[in-house]
């Protein structure tokens, strides 16, 4: 076997093992960018090692057409193997989606950047120089930009604390999910609009965790419907078994356009699993929904914080 051939089976082994086996990679925000970051330098790496295995094919050495051959072939054997990759994991159940073939594909289109660079067996004139140098920036900057988004997010997230959220910032609607429900930031306050009729809402995930220290969760909220809204607060820790009496469950009726402060105690959370207590230095959820499927479609939440 040729020893660049070698190379690149050896490398697409190791490609397949990084892709397939389970990382012990936390469920976080941080851990799910890290693990999708690895996908752009990963295929990176395989488009460079096929243009390298058949850069001496005389089919990628002959004629005029050569250069564009084997570009062709690096960038579409690239996005194909990322392509297949996804594919493959579907029936594997894992997490196969178009985002990480976007990401595959940003790789080798860097690596075609990086290769016309440095490529002396067809040298380039110097726009395209000029636009390899370009494509591997554009390609570089599409690459942290997930990474920039995540580090300001937990770096707000940190400042605002014992405030686990005030919605002064767009940044903010990183840390909620909305299930059946539209939700986004209106005069720094999270407008939430129920659409599902089962028990829609916004949760508030991987909040700061280590609670210990205070004693009260305070929540300002605002009914602007001209209709009752029944909501219904949950809070629950990492070891969450997923069902209802291994969490804190509160009800609260709020009036048609009514402002309310919900002051919780801590306590009454930390005791409210019947066959525990709740890890306070490990909180991972805070969700506000309709508890009922009539009434008010609508919520405003104005802060979330710790006393």
């Known amino acids: 076997m040729p020893r660049r051939l070698f190379y690149l089976l050896l490398l697409l082994i190791l490609a ?10 936390p469920p976080t925000y941080a851990g799910r960018t890290i693990e999708n970051a690895g996908h752009t330098p990963l295929f990176f790496l395989i ?45 594997l159940h894992r997490d196969a989606s178009w ?12 690596a075609l950047g990086v290769y016309a660079l440095f490529d002396r067996r067809f040298p380039v004139k110097a726009w395209q120089r000029l636009l390899a140098v370009l494509v591997v920036v554009a390609s570089f900057a599409i690459y942290v930009a997930p990474i920039v988004t995540m580090t300001r997010a937990y770096l707000h997230r940190h400042g605002e604390f014992p405030v686990l959220a005030d ?9 909620t999910i909305g299930f059946g429900a539209r ?4 005069d720094d ?27 009260t969760l305070v929540i300002d909220v605002q009914n602007p419907a001209a209709e009752l809204l029944k909501l219904s607060v949950r809070v629950h820790d990492l070891s969450h078994k997923f069902q209802y009496n291994d969490r804190y469950n509160g009800h609260f009726d709020l009036a048609a356009g009514e ?14 699993p019947r066959t ?15 508890g009922a499927p009539i009434g008010s479609r609508q919520l405003r939440v104005f802060k979330v914080s710790l006393e």
Request: hydrophobic share 50%; proline share 4%.
């Open 259 to 272: 402002r309310r402060t919900l002051r919780i105690s801590l306590e009454d959370i930390r005791h409210a």
């Open 16 to 25: 397949g093992g990084l892709l397939f086996m389970r990382l012990p990679v």
């Open 167 to 175: 919605f002064d910032s767009p940044i903010e609607l990183t840390w």
């Open 183 to 186: 939700r986004e930031i209106i």
């Open 189 to 215: 306050a999270l407008s939430v609009e129920f659409v599902a009729e089962d028990f829609p809402g916004v949760a508030l995930y991987e909040p700061v965790p280590d609670w210990t220290g205070f004693k």
């Open 99 to 110: 985002e990480d073939v976007f990401a595959d594909a940003i790789g080798a289109v860097s």
């Open 276 to 290: 525990r207590l709740m890890d306070m230095r490990r909180i991972s959820d805070i969700t506000l929904f309709r």
């Open 47 to 91: 488009t460079l090692g096929l243009m390298y295995a058949v850069r001496d094919h005389r089919g990628f050495t002959e004629g005029r057409l050569a250069a564009a051959r084997l570009y062709a072939f690096g960038f579409l054997g690239g996005v194909g193997a990322g392509f297949l990759s996804e594919v493959i994991q579907r029936p």
